[in-house]
Every structure is written in structure tokens, then in C-alpha cells.
């Protein structure tokens, strides 16, 4: 991390370490940020003067920006909730890409197991890394269960060292490679931007933290989204307007040629293949799909 200058104004930006941080650091390559992380370094270095980041686990996140050691940082809502921590949200971070996409904490059984319900599990021992979630899950079913925290390998403890457990999952494959059964979800959690309360007040910092936010979240719309330009005769347009979906209503500009307009627009990248010859077919021509770095809302 750079020395602070004396005087100079600072963001103190926590990035999380361990399975969001590939992600983490491709969302801010595509929202314009060139970060650097070397080798076993837990100070990235940033081309941004004015931010100061620092490596942490996701699990502590929120913990360190509620107590103002970080103004801001990256963590999932269930560590927040764990946590916790009363911390400003700036923004939700779910994007199409591994880790940050939604995530469920949800009960789980061996498959043979006679707990069905929640209410089976009056009396039961569970093993967990969110023992506040868990507690709180239990309270709302009214049942009062035995909640051991687990230190990791959470799946493998049914029904030896556990009668459930409560642990997160993307695809539910590890939980059924366990033979493990879901009976309820806990929470769905997605990564936030959070920033400490006191931090947010400030005029400077907030002004910095909504921008990296903005930027954020222009990377992640412009993510799944791609941008289209095609020319069409004017006799064709409202069949191909008809074809055409978008984020906003389609740019329409004349050319050179009187009889002919350009149309720009932003589509989902996923219907592009059936969505170009269906385009073609109602008349366009001279048809470019190009990739987006940020949309700006």
C-alpha cells in the first residue's frame, strides 16, 4: 500500500481475499481500474491516487468497514448479516460471473435422514460457519437445536458429527456429491459494496465511493449486454423495430442516403445468435454486434 502523503485524502478500499477475488479483480479491470495484485502481497496497488486498498477475508469485511478500519469494501450480505454490522449499502454486486452470482445458505441432511422440516430439527446438532444465522433461523421456526460452529469440510459431518448442517452453495453439486438433501433455505446472499456510516458522511469520501460504485455497476450491466449497429431502408424500419429489443428505446439516425436510417442499441449478448439472421431477413444490412465495457444508467 502507498504511504499517505501528509495531508492528502485518501479511500481506504478492503478487496476481498480467497474465492471472490478473481472476480473482484476482473470487475474493476472492466469498470476502468488497473489493479495490481503481487505475488503474496496483501496491499494491491491501484492507478487511482486516491483509493488505498488492502486484501481481507470476505468473512471480516464488514466487521473492519463497521468499525471504520476500512471506509469501504467488498463482502456478501450473509457475512454483513453475520456479522452484525451496521454499514451503509451502496450497491449490489450480483453479476454473471463465478462467485458472484447468488448464493443460497440452506439446511441440509444425508438423503435417508428423517429431518424433512425445520420443525424436525427440535433437539438436533448442527454444524456451521454462521452460527448468528443459524440461531436466528432457528428462532424463527421456534426450535431450539444445538448450533457447533465448523471450522471448514461442513458437508462431510452428516450424520456422524452432525445431525444438519447449514452451508452455502452455487450449484448444490458439493452438497450432492455428499449425498446431502436440502430441506430449507437459510438466506440468498450476493456481494455488496458497504461503506462505513461515518465514512459516508463525509462529503469527499462519499463523492469517491459513489463513483467507484458507478463505475461498478456500469461493468456489471454492460457484462451480459452487447451493442448492435445496423443500417435499414426506411421502408423496413418498423419491421425490424418490431424484431428489435433494448435497455432503452433505439437510436435512430439518418444517412448519407435519404432512403436508408442507422440504427444503435444495446441487447442481451444471449439472444444475439437468433436475434442477427432474424434482423437480416426483415431487411437490415451492414449489421456490427461489438462488446461493451460499462453502461451508465
Known sequence: MRQRSQGKRSLLLGLPKGSLQPTTEKLFSLAGFDLRIAGRSYYPDIDDPEIDCILIRAQEMARYVQQGVLDVGITGIDWTLENRARVKQLADLVAPWPNY?????????????????????????????????????????????????????????????????????????????????????????????????EAYADVWKRQKMERIALLLMGA????????????VPKT????????????ETPTVSTLADPHWVAINTIIEEHIATELLPLLREAGARGIVEYPLNKIID
Request: positive net charge.
Open 220 to 231: 456489471i450491466r454492460a457484462a451480459s449486454r452487447v451493442g448492435l449497429m445496423l443500417n
Open 101 to 197: 452470482n447468488p448464493v443460497r445458505w440452506v439446511v441440509a441432511v444425508k438423503e435417508d435422514s428423517k429431518i424433512r422440516t425445520p420443525r424436525d430439527l427440535q433437539g438436533k446438532r448442527i454444524a456451521t460457519e454462521v452460527m448468528h444465522l443459524t440461531r436466528r433461523y432457528l428462532k424463527k421456526h421456534g426450535v431450539k437445536a444445538e448450533v457447533e460452529f465448523s471450522w471448514g469440510a461442513t458437508e462431510v459431518k452428516p450424520p456422524v458429527l452432525a445431525d444438519a448442517i447449514v452451508d452455502v452453495t452455487e450449484t448444490g453439486s458439493s452438497l450432492r456429491a455428499n449425498n446431502l438433501r436440502v430441506i430449507d433455505t437459510v438466506l440468498e446472499s450476493t456481494p455488496r459494496f458497504i461503506a462505513n456510516r
Open 236 to 247: 423496413h424500419l418498423d419491421a425490424v423495430l418490431e424484431i428489435l429489443p433494448a435497455l
